[in-house]
C-alpha cells in the first residue's frame, strides 16, 4: 500500500525515535566505566574502579538497604491489596464498582507531586513522625494499581468455567483457588511484583515528600546532583539502578506474554490509566 | 453424599468446607472481605491526604510562627491570582511547554506508531515494543541527569555538533533543554496509545481509498488522521503538567519551593490546584474527542 519511499522514510524515523530513546540510558552506563573523574565525552578511559568504590560507599550502602527494604515492603502490601481489590471487581457487581476501580488509579492519574504533598501534610496533620513506613505508604498507594491491573487483566482472560468445574466435582473454596486458580494466577502476581518492585526502587517524587531525613537511593542521586559532588559514584548507582528497573520490567513482561500487561492487551483491557501502568 | 463423608473425616477439611458454602450463600460476605481492607487502606489514607491537601489549600500561614492557621480564607488563591502577575505567567509557562512537548511527542511518535502497527513483522513489532517501554519503565530521574551530562557543556551533544563543524550550542538550564527532556520523557506515552489506534485501522479502509483513487498523502489525511487522532489525543493526556526545572520557574518547583523553604503547604497546595483543574477540563474535552475508547 504504501510506496517504498514512505516505508524507507518511516524505517529510517522509526530507527531515530528509537535511539534517541535509548542514547540516554547508554551514555550513562559508559560514564559508569569513566575512568577520570571529571564528566567529559568521550570518556579518557575505562575502568570499573567505581563500581569498586560505589559499593564500599557508607551512605550508598545504606540507602541500597533502605529502597530495597522499602520496594519489598511496598511490593508486599501491593501483592496482598491488589490481589484482593482485583478479585473483588472481578466476580462480583455491586454498587460503586466503576468508582472503586477510579479511586485505586487516581495515585497514578494524578502527578506525583500532588500524592507526595497530599501525604506529607496528612502526616504532618496526623503527628505522624517519617519513618520506613512512611514512605512504603506513599509507594503502596501508586503500586496496588500495577499488580490490580495485573491480575485483572489474567482474571479476566480466565474462564469462569474452570472454577465452577472445580466445585462441581466437590473442591470446596481453598481447593479450587489452590488447584484452580493459584497456578493461572501465579505468574501474573510475579510480574505484578516485579513491577511493583521496580515502580518502587525507582521513585523519587513522592518519596521526597514522605521521607523525612530517611535517604533512598534514587534521594542520593537527587541529593548529590543538586550539590554536584560524588558524580563518578552518581553515575554508577545510577547505571545500577537502570539495571535494577529494566530487569524486572524485561522478566515481567516475558511472564506476561499472554495476557501482554506491558502489551496493548492491558489498554485495551482496563481503562484510560492502565497505559499509565507501563510507567512511572 | 460419598464425598461429603469422606471428608468429613477431618476437621479442618470440614471447617473449610462450611466456610466455602457459607461465602457461596452470602456473595456479598466475601465481596466484603475482599473489598474492605484496599478500601480502608485507600479512603483513610490516600483519600484523607487528598482532602487535608485540598483543605488545607483554604488555610494560611501565620508569617512569623510558620504555624498553619485554621482559619478558613481564599488568601492564597487571592496571591495567587493577584500578586502581580508572577504565579500566573510561571501557570502559563508550565501549560504553555506542556503543550510544545505534547505537539513534538505527537511528531514524534506518529511515524513511529504507524510503522510498528502496519508496517513491522511480528518480531519487529514485538522488539520495537520492548525498547518504546523499557525506556519509559526505567528511573525518571536517571533519564532526567542523563540529559544533564549530554547537554552539559563537556556533554555528548557539543562533542557531537564540534564533530560536524558546529559551535557548542549552549543548552544546559535553558528553556529549550526543558523542552527536550520532557518531550524525551513522555515520548513512550505518546507511542503507545497512537499505536493501538493505529493497529485498528482496518486494512480494508486503506485499500478502499486506494480504490477510490486517493493518493498517499490524501489517504493519510483523510483516512488514517481522522481515525488515529483519538490515540493521539489519548497520547497528549499523559503528556506533563508538572514540570519541575532547574533555572526557570515552573508550578512543579514553585510548589516544592514553598514547601521544602518556606513550609508554607497552604499556599502549595493552592497552587497545586492549578494544574489539576487544567487536567480535569483537559480529561472532559478528551473524553468528547473519545480519547478513552483509543486507550
Given at each position: 500500500m504504501e510506496r517504498s519511499t514512505t516505508r524507507a522514510a518511516l524505517l529510517g524515523w522509526t530507527v531515530l525515535v528509537v535511539l534517541f530513546l535509548w542514547t540516554p540510558l547508554v551514555i550513562i552506563a559508559v560514564y559508569a566505566f569513566n575512568s577520570s573523574n571529571i564528566q567529559v565525552w568521550p570518556i579518557p578511559g575505562w575502568t570499573l574502579h567505581w563500581f569498586r568504590v560505589a559499593w564500599h560507599d557508607p551512605d550508598v550502602r545504606s540507602s541500597l538497604w533502605l529502597s530495597v527494604k522499602v520496594g519489598a515492603l511496598a511490593t508486599g502490601i501491593s501483592l496482598a491489596l491488589g490481589t484482593m481489590a482485583a478479585f473483588a471487581i472481578h466476580r462480583f457487581r455491586f454498587f460503586g464498582r466503576e468508582s472503586i476501580s477510579f479511586l485505586l488509579l487516581l495515585p497514578i492519574a494524578l502527578p506525583g507531586i500532588i500524592t507526595g504533598m497530599a501525604l506529607n501534610s496528612f502526616y504532618v496533620f496526623a503527628g505522624i513522625s517519617f519513618s520506613i513506613w512512611t514512605i512504603v505508604i506513599g509507594h503502596a498507594t501508586f503500586c496496588i494499581v500495577v499488580v490490580y491491573n495485573n491480575i485483572l487483566a489474567r482474571l479476566r482472560r480466565t474462564q469462569t468455567s474452570l472454577v465452577e468445574a472445580s466445585m462441581d466435582l466437590g473442591a470446596d473454596g481453598w481447593q479450587t483457588f489452590r488447584f484452580v486458580v493459584w497456578p493461572v494466577l501465579s505468574t501474573a502476581l510475579v510480574a505484578g511484583g516485579l513491577l511493583a518492585f521496580a515502580l518502587s526502587f525507582d521513585e523519587v517524587i513522592v518519596t521526597t515528600f514522605t521521607a523525612g531525613a530517611q535517604t533512598t537511593l534514587p534521594i542520593f542521586i537527587l541529593d548529590n546532583l543538586r550539590q554536584g559532588q560524588q558524580l563518578p559514584i552518581v553515575n554508577v548507582v545510577a547505571f545500577a539502578v537502570i539495571l535494577l528497573t529494566i530487569v524486572p520490567v524485561a522478566i515481567s513482561q516475558r511472564l506476561t506474554r499472554d495476557t501482554g500487561v506491558l502489551r496493548r492487551g492491558a489498554a485495551t483491557v482496563t481503562s484510560a490509566e492502565s497505559v499509565e501502568i507501563t510507567t512511572v | 453424599m460419598a464425598v461429603d463423608s469422606l471428608r468429613a473425616g477431618s476437621p479442618l477439611a470440614g471447617a473449610r468446607r462450611r466456610l466455602s458454602s457459607e461465602f457461596w450463600r452470602r456473595p456479598w460476605l466475601k465481596a466484603g472481605l475482599l473489598l474492605a481492607p484496599p478500601l480502608a487502606a485507600f479512603v483513610f489514607v490516600y483519600l484523607a491526604a487528598l482532602v487535608s491537601l485540598f483543605v488545607s489549600s483554604f488555610w494560611s500561614v501565620d508569617a512569623f510562627t510558620g504555624k498553619l492557621i485554621h482559619h478558613w480564607t481564599l488568601g492564597n488563591f487571592h496571591d495567587l491570582l493577584y500578586s502581580n502577575g508572577t504565579y500566573l505567567r510561571i501557570a502559563g509557562r508550565t501549560i504553555e511547554i506542556a503543550a510544545a512537548v505534547t505537539i513534538t511527542d505527537a511528531v514524534l511518535a506518529f511515524p513511529l506508531a504507524y510503522f510498528m502497527a502496519r508496517l513491522a513483522g511480528r518480531r519487529a513489532r514485538a522488539l520495537l515494543f520492548v525498547l518504546v517501554l523499557l525506556p519509559l519503565w526505567s528511573s525518571y530521574l536517571v533519564r532526567i541527569y542523563a540529559w544533564q551530562t549530554i547537554l552539559a557543556h563537556d556533554g555528548a551533544l557539543?562533542?557531537?555538533?564540534?564533530?560536524?563543524?558546529?559551535?557548542?550550542?549552549?543548552?544546559?538550564?535553558?528553556?529549550?533543554?526543558?523542552?527536550?527532556?520532557?518531550?524525551?520523557?513522555?515520548?513512550?506515552?505518546?507511542?503507545?496509545?497512537?499505536?493501538?489506534?493505529?493497529?485498528?485501522?482496518?486494512?480494508?479502509?486503506?485499500?478502499?481509498?486506494?480504490?477510490?483513487?486517493?493518493?498517499?498523502?490524501?489517504?493519510?489525511?483523510?483516512?488514517?488522521?481522522?481515525?488515529?487522532?483519538?490515540?493521539?489525543?489519548?497520547?497528549?493526556?499523559?503528556?506533563?503538567?508538572?514540570?519541575?526545572?532547574?533555572?526557570?520557574?515552573f508550578i512543579g518547583n514553585v510548589v516544592e519551593d514553598f514547601i521544602g523553604i518556606n513550609g508554607n503547604v497552604p499556599f502549595s497546595a493552592a497552587f497545586a490546584t492549578v494544574p489539576v483543574i487544567v487536567m480535569a477540563i483537559y480529561l472532559l474535552i478528551a473524553r468528547k474527542l473519545g480519547a478513552f475508547e483509543a486507550l
Open positions: - | 557539543n562533542w557531537g555538533l564540534n564533530r560536524i563543524g558546529l559551535p557548542d550550542a549552549n543548552l544546559a538550564y535553558t528553556n529549550w533543554a526543558m523542552w527536550i527532556v520532557f518531550s524525551y520523557v513522555w515520548l513512550p506515552f505518546m507511542i503507545i496509545p497512537v499505536f493501538a489506534a493505529v493497529e485498528r485501522i482496518p486494512d480494508s479502509f486503506i485499500e478502499a481509498s486506494g480504490d477510490l483513487g486517493a493518493r498517499g498523502w490524501r489517504t493519510f489525511r483523510s483516512v488514517v488522521l481522522p481515525l488515529a487522532l483519538p490515540g493521539v489525543v489519548a497520547g497528549s493526556i499523559f503528556t506533563p503538567l508538572l514540570v519541575g526545572g532547574k533555572s526557570s520557574s
